[in-house]
């Protein structure tokens, strides 16, 4: 079994709980990688008996520090339309409300299509070098990043001059595995703090709330087999404890696989 | 009172229960306008007696058509931590959750700051010809308009030719009113579908989802007096029934206030 699916792993408690474990795999700064936690909440989901169509959209808040060891997870079907459905799930620990997601699935329909942004120009994954993540952070060393401007040199401190937030970056994950809605809700998370870039020094930060919407269906997420995404992210604002981040998800081939947003807390 | 203080206003039903009513002034195709649906939860929260904090992060999710009619609205406070509180409510009418959101607050500190994002120059709103609002859904005329390229010109259908998804534009209240987080929830709503500008011409949309971010405190929202917000708005893709919109909110000063991006239901 692939470490990420170990580590978004459920098993059914009781008749609306499923239970499952941090994995020290994953872990970051003080918790899990942020980007699991969503893959959990979004397995939560789709692996329920009332499923229906393919993610849309997903909005994660993280709400407490998850501590290592066992959590519930407990989905509930919202709203169920004809071809929608609204789901809220929460991450429990104890009585501490960890995370929690809203998460909209639908059964999409043909219809007039038009791809209106632009991938990027840039040189293959194959062709550039990986970000050495041996000493970073667990969670850093399941991945594959390669960045298009050659991985970033990050300093000891903030030198005052802000850089550009702006990064390329191929991702995958570094044991191959083919691409479902779990994998891309991590690759969602994937994008560095931006601040890390701006001020070229890395410190601990807190992904407040993140949103990802999905612009494929099963089939093109099954196109996409195990290969490195293209990833694009920017940021626009740092300010009173809070800064935003934007980010999109491309196929090798150029289609827009995903859009995500997310707002950060720091203290710098 | 202000009409869209009238269309959001509470009253308290029960310990947990808030009840409203829709307002046929903020009429959209078939229902009230989702920028006031999610001000109406914005309220709901910023109202609790155990809020603390200003609006930092809002995820609405339109579940099911509201009603003509009484709604009930349940605030729920999930987890609050030192300086973050977590909500949650529901909009309720019957047994059907008609809407959904979380909604971030915080406390905010005083740290570095950085706009990355430059605001577009362009003239300023006086300079600009409104809108013309008339024969359009209610909603739009309780708006005032003025984009910088000039009125759309929308024609009876499409012509095969994608034009540009994006647009900027001067967006206020008709009547003018101070901004607020509820209007500020409001106006990150007031983009118009994105498949009106890339196909000129509209139709009924759904918007599935919103998220908002707020770059400015309590303080910095009342700087903005009742003035103009530009407003820049534009989509990454249009696919298989849903298109997303993204937008930024600025001040006629140049300061980012809020940034938004949306997913919409289409059939075309």
Redesign the interface.
Same mark, same amino acid.
């Given at each position: 079994m692939h470490a990420l699916d170990a580590a978004t792993r459920l098993t059914r408690h009781s008749d609306d709980r499923l239970r499952g474990k941090t994995c020290p795999a994953y872990w970051n700064f003080g918790g899990p990688f942020g980007g699991v936690t969503a893959a959990i909440l979004m397995r939560a989901v789709l692996e329920s008996p009332s499923r229906q169509g393919d993610p849309?959209?997903i909005?994660v808040?993280f709400?407490?520090r998850i501590a290592e060891g066992e959590f519930d997870v407990a989905p509930r079907l @919202?709203?169920a339309?004809r071809s929608?459905q609204?789901w809220?799930v929460?991450l429990v620990q104890g009585d501490?409300?960890?995370a929690?997601a809203?998460i909209?699935l639908?059964v999409?329909?043909?219809?007039?299509?038009?791809?209106?942004?632009r991938c990027p120009a840039v040189p293959p994954a194959q062709a550039l070098a990986p970000l050495p993540t041996m000493n970073r952070n667990a969670f850093v060393q399941q991945f594959d990043f390669r960045f298009v401007d050659g991985p970033p040199q990050f300093k000891a401190a903030?030198d005052g001059q802000?850089s550009?937030?702006r990064t390329e970056v191929w991702l995958n994950n570094a044991v191959p595995r083919p691409w479902d809605f779990a994998g891309l809700a991590v690759a969602c998370d994937l994008f560095f703090g931006?601040i890390y870039f701006?001020?070229g020094t890395v410190f601990p930060i807190a992904t @407040?709330?993140l949103?990802a919407?999905f612009?494929?269906?099963s089939d093109g997420v099954a196109a996409l087999g195990d290969g490195s995404l293209l990833g694009v992210a920017?940021?626009?604002?740092?300010?009173?404890?809070?800064f935003?981040q934007?980010a999109?998800l491309w196929s090798a081939d150029g289609r827009?696989v995903a859009?995500t947003?997310q707002?950060v807390?720091?203290?710098?």
């Open positions: 849309v959209a909005t808040n709400t407490a @919202v709203r339309g929608t609204h809220y929460e501490v409300v960890a929690n809203s909209v639908a999409r329909s043909d219809t007039w299509a038009h791809q209106a942004a903030f802000p550009t937030a931006r701006v001020q @407040v709330s949103t919407y612009h494929v269906a920017d940021a626009h604002i740092f300010e009173a404890g809070f935003d934007t999109q827009l859009t947003t707002i807390n720091y203290r710098a």
